[in-house]
């Protein structure tokens, strides 16, 4: 019942965003589209926490905030060295442990280092993520400990130690 | 974005002799146009980075850099240009799924090609100097 309002609540801001248009005859058939979609989503049962990813929205805004800093700062990295004459880049391949097990926080934890410009996860295993690097600089653990933590802590996953 | 420039100032010109300029539009559009071409910069390197790159592993890295800073930082010219209207918000939520489905793609690739067996190539790489004996 809960995801079914959630649910219900998003689609009803993202019509109004789409559309635009205030007028009776629009808003009823927005009214109508949602509830039909909320009612086969109740009836294939996918109303779980995967459809309906309700994140705590401060914690995901400021770790937005954090990775878009990280963000930038990679890509003052590369754009150094492919800009630079000689091109000096040390391609490297390393195995990140992942820490936790719940499928939305590996997702987001994969998607931050390929985001990062200079990482790019490419295999997903049970207990690690291959990452390549572009630098060698780039693919030290330490740094990824603390984007795990924190992507962890963003979808409100309790991290273990590694 | 020169000519819009120019526009902006001339619109705000002509509605008085005492040359009272519209100080906020003005800056509103030195702004946006200041994110787009850093935009296009990084769109640019990012180019230049997939030609010069030497393998595909480290030619996506560069190709990631236009959609993640390259992409994102147009995006924001183009909102704060149309400021609070309902077209921000549609930009906004573009900016949005760009964030998430810019890496998931890459992530697909990426994966194709090393499950095709498809090895890196690691370790130190300086570009062949272009004044050497280069046959």
Redesign the interface.
Known sequence: MRYALILAIMMTV?WL??S?YFIPLILIFGAISIAIVVWICARMGILDVETVPYMSLPKTLSY?IWLFAE??KA?MQ??KA??S?????????VKIPLNSDEDIAETMF???I??T????????QPDYI?V?A?LEEMSAPEDFKEMGERSAWAVGVKAREI | MMMSLILAAASSADQGASLNIDWIGLFRTILSCASMLTGIFFVMAGTLGVLRLPDFYTRLHAAGMTDTLGAELVILGLIIQSGFTQMSLKLLLVAFFLLLTSPTATHAIANAAYKAKLNPKLGKYTAPSVDGDGS
């Open positions: 993202a965003t789409l635009g937005f963000i930038v890509n590369v754009i492919v800009l004459p000689d091109l000096e880049v040390s391609p490297t391949l994969a998607n931050s390929t985001l410009p200079g990482t790019v996860s490419v295999d997903m291959l390549h572009l």
